[in-house]
């Protein structure tokens, strides 16, 4: 860009530094006058909602890194101190927490955009594979941050993840203690995953440059898939794309903010709000929703690789090289096939007998006779690992598998309904990845498994040299002009609006019983299919159009409910004996709120009956100020603890009354005094309990209310008691309210119902003291939102009046 | 923005003014959204609510004797808590208070003459000055001596020579009984 072709700017000062430093001529270069083509549709904003979501996390990541703590001992309180007492700590943490989600939904639609519209194809393959590399960089972050909260699933996702790479032969254990930098998953592997993932998100944005620049060497792909032929199919980025891409984001946010502010926790796991303990792993281990569908891979490979299913495989694979790479098969090939599909056979019956049926009973005689069974070569660990690693990598790759002469899957035909089933098998993936590995969930996977990889390595291979060509429109331009543009759009955005909502509700149905990774996934990737229907056909007539869309969207719905309903169900059958009977609760809902006579009493019972075995390390006694008490009552509250302070003067412990600024006393030194009180089992410390449990109040309410005399036949040693909601059956705290044991002030009902009512509202707010004004905060900003999207809708349409 | 090749600046002049506004309205609206976004990630990094609620601090004054000073910890800062001699509390009430940097009586800076509390940073640049060890320097005025810059403050911790401007600040406190305080 040299000073001669650039043109002077009015502004002195702009002109000034433009002379010496040519930015603001490169910004509109760049982003004011550089031509777009005119035909983009709504997926075309992912990328600039990418970006802002990258940021967000950057902005809101900084300042939570102002107050966390990267040590073992401490994170965990570090994040609930955030929660609790850093002010809008809890905003900033939730938006963290949900922005990484939104950001993977972004990034998947984007990716999934590129996949239909072959934005990968010749010439944006470096751009593609430079995505992929982002894409890489992100899962690599939102791991190693799910870490940091150090939690149940922080620790355990850690240790697992990081037991991949022990797969390696040879070195495999030696880089699993390179990364740790000890014996297991401890403080020094915290500290590096905290220094890396405040480095990583730095270098994304580094390729996300070099993304953009490619992007803007090549210009952008279009939903027809053609090139530009001049300037009449394009138009000026600014203000045509910079006004709907801010409309586009602003839709978004209002559903990203929803999560936020009314479902904060929905997309997480109840297990990372209870505090990392490397004795006990949780039953189910489920990596965060976006990892979901790799997750799946990774388990479907529950089988070693044995000289026959190798060496069928082998000869599937030339047979598919034969068939499928190559125009023609060989002339010898050709005469081999029969022979060769025979072998093949012959060696995958006794291959598949033992990889997926050696469980089946009616098939050991049959399985004993195998001979060589017992050579291996590739076990499973690894086999799985490299089947993850590799589903990511056909996606590097797939621009080289993929030399078809048309991008768009709006002309071909073939292709077209192959990239839509493959985002059925992705989305099935991912609910298998959020099942526990067991029963059908295990062959289906396996099945998605191959279904996934058959795309690249057969399918698309296969269409190269035999899919038709059909004849593309001669320009941009020319086939605007034969569509109702304005009309899809709008459709579009309708459908976008209306289905923000619906899919919040699914949601909420779903998170209320249990966080369904598997909705959001839905989410994500459904409005691809919904949308991608209508300027497929709307060149027809309008009225198809419209008739399309509603019926596009009842089927999102329906997709997203029965998957959310899906997930609630096998997991609460293997918990609870009895499913958990959902209660009224008055904080539920965008409306609710804590009632504070009920918190009122509800502390009552907690401190006459809860306390003497629980702890609540995390509230303090000036918090009681929430429940309605005076800053007199809380001194009197506080001072009733004697709190051990010190040293003093002579170094030595002392005992002091407690002050509203301390924590509320525990009834046990350590954890280790508390097992040895109660027969060895630890009462858990309750700050956390509602969010730390599925099912939340309903559980607690459940448990305090379920106890039963065990059903005939069932033995219960001495320190156990019958619970019907009790995961198991089995609990060791013995019934612990009963009719009349805490007298009311009021004339409120003494009864086990109504105390297990009023001490589940107690804990619901000591879990989330924040909730009121959360969702206050988060009426106003939706409030906000929906204005602005409102008015920018309407500065999009003055500014577009033209064009249309 | 000197974008003007954007058709719709050059259309037509009625739909120009609703049209304005629109703009306005819309990037004024933004604006406001900005703004209210940046707040709490500013509010942030000021003192969360467990470090407001640990604002206090009580000192047993019992073992301090005639002319010895103690330094506690409060709000992280170190306070000053002198049991003046007859002879201080004689030497700061007899300044003539027109002859100082920073006026004020040495009642206005006391409850009780006998002790003298204060926040033990100099209000120069912030550096702890010395004077409350029985070896300490005390400086000029027989009360505390700053090392960082030179500044001298009396046996009422005014400032009497060197560069701080003000005296040494006095945080709030209560007696709660003869022998004890409450700081902040």
Not at chain 1, 149 to 166: D, R, Y
Not at chain 1, 260 to 265: D, I, R, S
Not at chain 1, 429 to 439: F, N, Q
Not at chain 1, 515 to 525: F, L, M, R, V
Request: with cysteine; hydrophobic share 45%.
């Amino acid at each position: 860009m040299g000073s001669k072709e650039r043109k002077a700017f009015d502004n002195p000062v702009i002109e000034w530094v433009d002379s010496r430093l040519p930015v603001f001529t490169m910004m509109q270069k760049e982003y004011g006058v550089f031509p777009t083509p005119r035909n983009f549709n709504y997926f075309w904003n992912f990328g600039a909602i990418a970006m802002v979501m990258l940021i967000t996390m950057i902005v809101t990541g900084i300042t939570l890194a102002m107050h966390y703590d990267p040590n073992a001992a401490n994170a965990f309180n570090s994040v609930e101190r955030i929660m609790r007492d850093v002010n809008h700590g809890w905003m900033i943490r939730y938006l963290h927490a949900n922005g990484a989600s939104f950001f993977f939904i972004a990034v998947y639609i984007h990716i999934f955009r590129g996949l239909f519209y072959g934005s990968y194809k010749k010439p944006r393959e470096l751009l593609w594979i430079l995505g992929m590399l982002i894409f890489l960089l992100m899962m690599a972050t939102g791991f190693m941050g799910y870490v940091l909260p150090w939690g149940q699933m922080s620790f355990w996702g850690a240790t697992v993840i990081t037991n991949l790479f022990s797969a390696i032969p040879l070195v495999g254990d030696s880089i699993v203690t390179l990364l740790w930098g000890g014996f297991s998953v401890d403080n020094p592997t915290l500290n590096r995953f905290f220094a890396l993932h405040f480095l990583l998100p730095f270098v994304i944005v580094g390729v996300v440059f070099l993304h953009v620049w490619a992007l803007h060497v090549t210009g952008s792909n279009n939903p027809l898939g053609i090139d530009v032929k001049g300037e009449q199919d394009t138009l000026p980025f600014h203000p045509y794309y910079t006004m709907k891409d801010t409309f586009g984001l602003v839709v978004f946010l209002i559903i990203y903010v929803a999560f936020t502010f009314f479902m904060p926790n929905s997309l997480g796991h109840p297990d990372n709000y209870i505090p990392a303990n490397p004795l006990v792993t949780p039953p189910h281990i489920v990596p965060e929703w976006y990892f979901l569908p790799f997750y799946a891979m990774l388990r479907a490979i529950t089988f070693d690789f044995s000289l026959y299913l190798c060496g069928a495989g082998a000869i599937g694979g030339y047979l598919i090289y034969q068939y499928a790479w190559r125009k023609a098969p060989d002339e010898c090939c050709k005469s081999l096939t029969v022979p060769l599909l025979l072998a093949a056979v012959v060696l995958g019956v006794p291959g598949a007998l033992l990889a997926f049926f050696k469980d089946v009973p009616a098939l050991h005689g049959v399985i004993d006779m195998i001979p060589f069974k017992s050579v291996s070569l590739m076990p499973a660990k690894l086999g799985g690992v490299l089947t993850m690693f590799g589903s990511i990598a056909v996606l590097f790759i797939l621009p080289f598998l993929d030399n078809h002469p048309v991008r768009s899957a709006l002309f071909r035909p073939w292709f077209k309904p192959a990239v839509l089933v493959l985002l059925v098998v992705f989305i099935v993936l991912g609910v298998c990845g959020s099942k526990p590995a067991e029963g059908f969930w295990v062959p289906l996977a396996q099945i998605m498994t191959l279904a996934y990889f058959s795309f690249f390595l057969i399918a698309i291979p296969y269409f190269n040299n035999n899919e038709p060509v059909l004849k593309l429109p001669n320009s941009i331009h020319e086939a605007i002009l034969a569509v109702p543009k304005s009309l899809v759009i709008g459709l579009l955005a309708i459908g976008l609006l209306a289905y923000a909502p619906s899919a919040a509700e699914a949601k909420v149905r779903a998170d209320s019983e249990q966080p369904s990774p598997s909705a959001p996934e839905d989410k994500a990737e459904v409005p691809p299919v919904a949308e991608e229907a209508t300027p497929a056909e709307a060149p027809a007539t309008a009225e198809e159009g419209a008739a399309i869309a509603p019926e596009a969207k009842e089927g999102e719905s329906e997709h997203a409910a029965p998957a959310s309903e899906e997930a609630a169900h096998p997991a609460e059958g293997a918990h609870h004996a009895v499913p958990l009977p959902r209660q009224d609760w008055g904080f539920q809902g965008p409306f609710g709120t804590y009632d504070r006579a009920a918190l009122q009493r509800g502390f009552q019972v907690y401190k006459q009956v809860c306390s003497a075995c629980h702890s609540m390390k995390r509230v303090a006694y000036r918090n009681l100020s929430a429940l309605g008490y005076t800053e007199g009552q809380i001194k009197t509250v506080a001072a009733e603890a004697s709190i051990t302070d010190g040293p003093n003067d002579e170094g030595e412990m002392f005992d002091r009354p407690g002050r509203p600024s301390d924590h509320f006393k525990s009834p046990y030194a350590n954890d280790n005094q508390a097992k040895a009180a109660n027969n060895g089992a630890l009462p858990p410390d309750l700050s956390l309990i509602v969010k730390a449990r599925v099912g939340g109040p309903d559980y607690i309410y459940g448990i305090l209310t379920g106890y039963e005399a065990p059903p005939a036949g069932v033995e219960l040693a001495s320190t156990q008691h019958w619970n019907k909601y009790m995961p198991g059956n089995k609990i060791a705290m013995p019934p612990p309210l009963g009719d009349g044991a805490v007298s009311y002030e009021d004339s409120t009902p003494t009864t086990v119902d109504q105390y297990a009512r009023d001490v589940v509202e107690f804990l619901a707010w000591a879990s989330e003291p924040e909730m009121e004004e959360r969702k206050q905060t988060g009426l106003k900003v939706i409030f906000y939102l929906v204005i602005f999207a409102g008015l920018l809708y309407a500065v999009k349409r003055k500014i577009w009046a033209k064009v249309h | 923005m000197s974008a003007d090749n954007s058709p719709q600046q050059h259309g037509p002049a009625d739909g120009e003014t609703r049209r304005d506004f629109l703009f306005l309205t819309a990037a004024a609206f933004g604006a406001v959204g900005a703004g209210s976004v940046a707040w709490p990630f500013i509010d942030q990094m000021n003192p969360a609510a467990d470090t407001l609620a640990m604002s206090t601090t009580e000192v047993d004054l019992s073992p301090i004797e005639p002319g010895q000073a103690i330094t506690v910890m409060w709000q992280g800062k170190p306070v000053f808590v002198r049991r003046r001699t007859p002879e201080e509390i004689k030497m700061a009430e007899d300044v003539d208070i027109t002859t100082l940097r920073d006026p004020q009586t040495d009642e206005a800076r006391v409850q009780k003459p006998e002790w003298l509390i204060l926040v033990g940073i100099c209000t120069h640049l912030g550096c702890v000055p010395q004077g409350q060890k029985s070896t300490d320097v005390r400086g000029e005025f027989g009360g505390w001596f700053c090392p960082c810059h030179g500044s001298h403050y009396d046996t009422s911790g005014r400032i009497r020579k060197g560069p701080a401007p003000k005296n040494l600040a006095v945080p709030k406190y209560t007696f709660l009984s003869d022998k004890s305080i409450r700081i902040g």
